[in-house]
C-alpha cells in the first residue's frame, strides 16, 4: 500500500511568490494535517483537515492557507513567501481526527525561499 | 499543551538495549503519550503510545510511571537503523489533535 505522498519533493522559490503544496493520504483515512520544519527544530502545526472540514490551525499568519478535497487529498498554499518559510513541510493523514491511532506522515516538501 | 522534557542526546552501542526518558509532570489524566522517531531526510515515524500501562509493540517497549509524570521508551536491541531523533508527546484525546513537538532526543547508535 502507498503511504502518504508529498509533491514535489524539492522546491526553490524567490520571495514574494506563491507556492502550492500537495499531499495524497494513505487511502481510507479521512484526516490531513500539515507540519513546518525549520532546520534543527521539531515540526509545527499548521492545520488539520477533516472531512473537508479545517479542524485546527496553529500559529500562522493568513498567508498560509489550505483545503481539502473529496478525495482527502490536500493542499497547502503560502503567499508572499519569506526567507523564514524556508523549511520541510510535512504531511500527516490518519483514520480519523481523533489522534489515538497515530499519524502517517510523508518524507516531505523542502522549500526554499531565496 | 502539556510539556514534556528529553535529554538532548544520546548515544548506545549496537545491539544493546536503550532506554529513552521523558519528563511530564504537568501531564493531565487525559493526555496519552505518544512517542515518534525521525530518521535522516524523513518524516517523522510513529512508534509507541500509552496512557496508563505499560505498552509493547513490535518496534519497542513503553514504561509509564505509576504517577505518569514520566516515561521511558525501551528500543530491546538496537540497531544503527535505529539512529534517529526521539520525540516524546503528550496529547489529550478530547479533540485537540495537534503534535506538539518538542527538540526530541538525537539517538547515537555506535557500531
Known amino acids: 500500500d502507498a503511504g502518504v505522498t508529498q509533491s514535489p519533493t524539492h522546491l526553490i522559490k524567490t520571495r514574494g511568490q506563491q507556492v502550492t503544496l500537495r499531499c495524497s493520504p494513505i487511502?481510507?483515512?479521512?484526516?490531513v494535517s500539515w507540519y513546518q520544519q525549520v532546520l534543527g527544530q521539531g515540526p509545527q502545526f499548521i492545520f488539520q483537515?477533516?472531512?473537508?472540514?479545517?479542524?485546527g490551525r496553529g500559529n500562522f499568519p493568513d498567508r498560509f492557507s489550505a483545503r481539502q478535497f473529496p478525495n482527502y487529498s490536500s493542499e497547502l498554499n503560502v503567499n508572499a513567501l519569506l526567507l523564514g518559510d524556508s523549511a520541510l513541510y510535512l504531511c500527516?493523514?490518519?483514520?480519523?481526527?481523533?489522534?489515538?491511532?497515530?499519524?502517517?506522515f510523508g518524507s516531505g516538501t523542502r522549500l526554499t525561499v531565496v | 499543551d502539556a510539556k514534556t522534557t528529553q535529554p538532548n542526546s544520546m548515544e548506545s552501542n549496537e545491539e544493546e538495549p536503550v532506554h529513552l526518558p521523558c519528563n511530564h509532570s504537568?501531564?493531565?489524566?487525559?493526555?496519552?503519550i505518544h512517542w515518534y522517531r525521525q530518521l535522516p531526510s524523513q518524516g517523522p515515524e510513529y512508534v509507541i503510545h500509552?496512557?496508563?500501562s505499560n505498552v509493547n509493540n513490535r518496534m519497542a517497549s513503553l514504561a509509564i510511571a505509576e504517577d505518569r509524570k514520566s516515561s521511558t521508551l525501551i528500543l530491546h536491541r538496537a540497531t544503527l537503523r535505529d539512529a534517529a531523533v526521539y520525540y516524546c508527546?503528550?496529547?489529550?484525546?478530547?479533540?485537540?489533535?495537534?503534535?506538539?513537538f518538542g527538540t526530541g532526543t538525537r539517538l547515537t547508535i555506535i557500531p
Open positions: 500527516a493523514s490518519s483514520l480519523t481526527v481523533v489522534m489515538v491511532y497515530g499519524y502517517t
Open positions: 487511502s481510507g483515512h479521512k484526516s
Open positions: 483537515y477533516y472531512e473537508k472540514e479545517e479542524r
Open positions: 504537568t501531564i493531565s489524566g487525559t493526555d496519552y
Open positions: 500509552g496512557l496508563t
Open positions: 508527546i503528550l496529547q489529550s484525546n478530547f479533540g485537540n489533535e495537534k503534535l506538539t
